[in-house]
């Protein structure tokens, strides 16, 4: 089958513009990675944590799947994708630092707030992680509206998706000998703000740390 037509163009433009200038650099990433974080992602086709985090080749180690959802721990034998990813990323890679990456109007998320994953063959058992979530967000917020419920969610979600990865005894083990440390964010793909969890739970924006940094600067005699 011929290789489809924006995908083509895509490709001509990477030879172009980002490949051909930077041979010596795509040879030496051949060589090995060595990636400063793993980022576990949301597959939404609208959150790329390489255009977020302005990051280039060899530098995120990204697994994206639906719902940014850190599965349990679970040793079974069965096929784990994201486990497997984040056991390379943590043994082999040694990454420092793995970010679980929500968004905005997540339609993962969003299903699972509303049973809209009812009857699916493969997402409504992929995200049975949530649903812990809606309850727990239902007895705080007490009945709401689906947006309402939804986005807070989102970032309930990646507290508890955190709270998994501890579950995960070589990243324990990691954070707690120091050599790796964990964290969870929201991006907003309308204002393309970036909320960062901070260690009491809450959510902090980063554009606004940003713009105050460079408030200080303006004013600084």
Not at 78 to 100: D, N, Q, R, T, Y
Not at 117 to 145: K, M, N, S, Y
Request: aromatic share 6%.
């Amino acid at each position: 089958m011929p290789i489809p037509s924006p995908l083509k163009d895509g490709f001509r433009r990477f030879r172009a513009d980002k490949f051909e200038k930077k041979q010596r650099e795509w040879r030496e990433l051949a060589k090995g990675q060595t990636p400063h974080a793993l980022i576990i992602g949301c597959a939404d086709s609208r959150v790329d944590p390489g255009a977020i985090f302005d990051a280039g080749p060899g530098e995120l180690f990204v697994v994206r799947n639906v719902a940014n959802l850190v599965p349990p721990y679970e040793p079974d034998g069965a096929h784990h994708g994201v486990s497997a990813a984040l056991e390379f990323a943590v043994k082999a890679l040694k990454v420092g630092h793995i970010v679980v990456l929500g968004h905005k109007s997540c339609g993962g998320v969003h299903a699972a707030a509303t049973g809209g994953a009812a009857g699916t063959e493969f997402l409504e058992r992929w995200i049975d992680p949530l649903v812990p979530v809606r309850a727990e967000a239902i007895a705080e917020l007490g009945e709401t509206d689906d947006a309402t419920l939804s986005d807070d969610m989102e970032l309930r979600s990646v507290r508890h998706s955190i709270g998994r990865l501890m579950g995960f005894p070589f990243v324990a083990d990691a954070v707690k000998s120091g050599a790796l440390t964990l964290h969870g964010a929201r991006f907003g793909i309308a204002d393309g703000d970036l909320e960062w969890l901070q260690a009491d739970g809450t959510f902090r924006s980063v554009s606004a740390e940003l713009d105050n940094e460079q408030a200080s600067r303006t004013h600084t005699p």
